[in-house]
C-alpha cells in the first residue's frame, strides 16, 4: 500500500476499493493536477469519456489547453449550470429534503455498493484537503477516476489540498467525496444528481455528475454547514470586501444573497463607460440614462467570495460579525463580461495568469488563450449563461486573509422591471436601510429573483431558501433560522441593508446599486443614519428608505431611492409590486412556524404575516441610529 495511504484512517469500504484497483494517484503539486486535467503531457484536447452499460461510449468533457489554462466545456449544456433540484439525503437523519428513496422508490445501499465497484476497476486520484481552511478547516478526501483529472485540479483550487509529502500521520477524514459520473446516465436519466449521506463516522457525498458547482463546490459547503449545525455556527453565503475610501477611510462589506445576487461582482470595481463616466442606469420606458462623474473610486481589499465561516473562534467583543474565507479559491462568473475592457481587472489576471487557470463553458481552440468574453455556444445564437473562471486566492491581488470585523451586511435581490403596464416586485430603491429583524426575514425567504444566470430553473420568483445556502444545506430550515437569529442578536453593532440589481423599477441598472452603496457608505464611514435621514419605506418589508443620497457632490435623484416616485410606476404600479413580494414572503415564512422555531423568530414571522409596520420590526431588534 501507499506509504502516503497509510498515514490515512479510512473507512473499511475505501480500504477494499484501494485494495483492487491498479493505479492511485495522490498530487504532490498544483502543476501535476493541471497537467492530469489535460489528460498528460502533449495532449492538446483530451476527452474525459467513459463506457456506459447500455448506452455505450459517452464523451461528458472536452478539455482544451490554451495558453492561459485549462478550458473544460461539457457536451451535454444541460451540464454547464447548476441544477438546484440535484441535492438528495440517503440517510435517516433530521432533513427537510427530499430522500433518495422518496424520489427513486429504492434504497441507496445497492447503488452505494456500485459505485464502489466501479471505483475498483478505475485509475484513481486520492486528494485530500481542509474543508473551511488550514486553520479551522476539517479534513475531507475526494476519491476520482484519474481521468477527471479537471474536477479534481478545480476542486483543489477551490478548497485547497495537502501535498502528497505534507499529509500528516492520522489523517481521518470527516467527509469523503466519490465521484462517479456514469451513474447519472445509467441510474438518473442524464440529471444531475448529488447524494448525501451523513453515517455516524463520516459524511459521504456521491458526485453523480462532472459539473463542480454541486459538489467540489456547494457539497463541500453543505459539509460545512452540516458540521456548523451540529456546534452551532453557520458558514454565510456571502462575499466581504474591505473598502479604502481616497480618504483612507475603511468599512467592511459583506454581501449575501441568492444565486446571481451579485456576490462575486460585490468585490469588483463598478464598471465606466469609454469617456469614463458612470452610467448608473438608463430607463426603459423614456430610454434616459443617469450618469455619475467620480474621479477616484474605493480601493478593495477582497477577503471572501461566496463562503464567509462565521466560527465561534472567531468572534469577538466588538458585538460585529467577525468572518475569513472558508475557500482557498473562488468560482467566479463571467457572464456580464462581453467584451474587451468590461472588467480590466479580472481580465488581466485570467489572460495573464501566474499559473494555469481552470476554465469552464468558453469558446476557445486548442492552443488559443482563452478569453472571458468568449462564452461557449449552447445553441445557434444562444451563448452559455454561466461561463466561469476558478481563481485560486493567491492570484488575486491584495487579498485579505485573516478575519474581518463587519461593519454591514448588506442582501442583493435580482429585480425584474416594474412598470404601470407591469407591475412586479422590482420596486426596491438603490438601497434600504433594514432593521436586524427584517434582515433575519430577508435571509429566511433570501428571493432567488429575476432572470438567474447560475442555475437552471430561472423562470418566476422563487426562494433559494434559509440563509440563501439552503440549496446545499442537508438538515432542518428551522435549525438553520435559529442559527441565523442567535448571530444577529450576538452580532447588534453590524449594520443591514438591501440592495436591488438588474432593475430599480423602470431603470435597468444591472449591478451598478451595490457598487455606488459601497462607494457612499464608505465615504460616510458607516451605515448609520439620523432619523431625519430616513423615511419608512411604503413597503415595510423595505424597511427604511434615504432621504437623500449626495455622492462628491453629487445629488441622487429620489426617484432612484423611492421608486413610487418614478412616473413609469407611481402609487398604485408600486402597491401591486408590494402585495407581490408581501404575498411571496407570507408563503415562505409559513413554513418555519413549526414547534422548534425560536419563539422571538415566531413573533418576528407573525408580525410579517399581520402587516406589521417598519416600527414593529425596529421594537422586536431596535438599532442604533
Known amino acids: 500500500m501507499n506509504e502516503t495511504i497509510k498515514k490515512m484512517i479510512l473507512p473499511d469500504e475505501l480500504i477494499n476499493i484501494i485494495g483492487k484497483v491498479n493505479s492511485i494517484k495522490i498530487p504532490e503539486s498544483r502543476s501535476e493536477l493541471i497537467e492530469l486535467a489535460f489528460g498528460g503531457e ?74 464502489f465497484d466501479w471505483l475498483a476497476e478505475q485509475e484513481l486520484i486520492l486528494m485530500p484537503f481542509m474543508a473551511g481552511g488550514e486553520e479551522l478547516g476539517y479534513p475531507v478526501l475526494l476519491v476520482a477516476p484519474s481521468n477527471a483529472g479537471f474536477f479534481a485540479g478545480g476542486l483543489a483550487d477551490l478548497q485547497g489540498f495537502i501535498p502528497a509529502s505534507q499529509l500528516n500521520e492520522g489523517f481521518k477524514p470527516k467527509a469523503i467525496i466519490y465521484l462517479a459520473p456514469i451513474f447519472r446516465h445509467t441510474h438518473f436519466n442524464g440529471k444531475q444528481v448529488v447524494v ?6 463520516v459524511y459521504e457525498l456521491f458526485s453523480y455528475n462532472l459539473y463542480p458547482g454541486p459538489s467540489a463546490k456547494k457539497g463541500v459547503y453543505g459539509v460545512l454547514l452540516n458540521i456548523g449545525e451540529q456546534e452551532g455556527w453557520v458558514t454565510a453565503h456571502g462575499s466581504t470586501v474591505m473598502v479604502i475610501t481616497p480618504y483612507e477611510n475603511v468599512i467592511t462589506i459583506m454581501h449575501e444573497g441568492a444565486s446571481g445576487g451579485g456576490k462575486s461582482e460585490m468585490t469588483e470595481q463598478l464598471h465606466r463607460e469609454l469617456d469614463g463616466r458612470i452610467l448608473i442606469g438608463k430607463n426603459l420606458v423614456t430610454s434616459e440614462k443617469i450618469h455619475l462623474e467620480l474621479k477616484e473610486t474605493c480601493d478593495l481589499k477582497p477577503v471572501t467570495d461566496d463562503m464567509a465561516l462565521c466560527h465561534p473562534k472567531l468572534q469577538n467583543d466588538s458585538k460585529k460579525l467577525v468572518v475569513m474565507d472558508a475557500e482557498y479559491g473562488w468560482f467566479l462568473r463571467t457572464d456580464h463580461i462581453k467584451k474587451y475592457g468590461t472588467d480590466p481587472y479580472l481580465e488581466s489576471m485570467c489572460i495573464h495568469p501566474e499559473e494555469p487557470l481552470i476554465f469552464l463553458n468558453y469558446d476557445v481552440a486548442p492552443g ?20 466561469r473562471v476558478i481563481m485560486p486566492r493567491k492570484f488575486v491581488p491584495n487579498i485579505v486573509s485573516e478575519p474581518v470585523e463587519v461593519d454591514v451586511r448588506s442582501f442583493g435581490v435580482r429585480t425584474p422591471p416594474c412598470t404601470k403596464e407591469t ?25 432567488r429573483g429575476y432572470d438567474n444566470p447560475s442555475v437552471t430553473d430561472t423562470e418566476g420568483m422563487s426562494s433559494e431558501g434559509v440563509g440563501s445556502y439552503w440549496p446545499f ?26 440592495v436591488p440589481n438588474q432593475h430599480i423599477g423602470a431603470y435597468k441598472v444591472g449591478f451598478m446599486p451595490q457598487w455606488i452603496a459601497r462607494e457612499y457608505l464608505a465615504r460616510r464611514g458607516s451605515a448609520r443614519f439620523n432619523q431625519q435621514q430616513l423615511i419608512e419605506s411604503r413597503c415595510s418589508l423595505l424597511g427604511y428608505s434615504l432621504s437623500s443620497i449626495k455622492i462628491d457632490g453629487t445629488f441622487l435623484q429620489k426617484d432612484l431611492l423611492e421608486t413610487n416616485k418614478q412616473p413609469e410606476i407611481g402609487n398604485e404600479a408600486y402597491d401591486k409590486g408590494a402585495n407581490i413580494l408581501t404575498d411571496f414572503f407570507i408563503k415562505q415564512l409559513e413554513r418555519f412556524l413549526t414547534p422548534d422555531l425560536d419563539p422571538l423568530g415566531r413573533k418576528i414571522i407573525e408580525c410579517c404575516i399581520n402587516g406589521g409596520s417598519v416600527e414593529d420590526y425596529m421594537k422586536f431588534l431596535p438599532m442604533k441610529f
Open 423 to 447: 407591475p412586479t416586485y422590482g420596486i426596491i430603491g438603490l438601497f434600504h436601510i433594514l432593521p436586524p429583524a427584517l434582515a433575519w426575514l430577508w435571509r429566511l425567504v433570501a428571493p
Open 368 to 387: 488559443s488563450t482563452c478569453l472571458l468574453w468568449e462564452h461557449a455556444i449552447d445553441e445557434p445564437g444562444k451563448t452559455c449563461p454561466n461561463p
Open 42 to 115: 502533449g495532449s492538446d484536447l483530451f476527452e474525459v469519456s467513459y463506457d456506459v452499460p447500455g448506452k455505450g461510449h459517452i464523451v461528458e468533457a472536452t478539455v482544451a489547453r490554451c495558453k492561459n489554462g485549462a478550458v473544460i466545456n461539457y457536451t451535454d449544456t444541460y451540464l454547464r449550470r447548476r441544477d438546484p433540484d440535484c441535492m438528495v439525503i440517503a440517510d435517516d437523519g433530521a432533513s427537510d429534503k427530499q430522500r433518495y428513496q422518496a424520489k427513486y422508490g429504492s434504497e441507496f445501499s445497492p447503488l452505494r455498493k456500485m459505485s
Open 473 to 498: 444545506a442537508t438538515g432542518k430550515m428551522v435549525d438553520q433560522a435559529n442559527l441565523l437569529l442567535k448571530q444577529i442578536i450576538e452580532t447588534s453593532n453590524t449594520r443591514y441593508i438591501l
Open 196 to 201: 448525501h449521506n451523513r453515517l455516524d463516522d
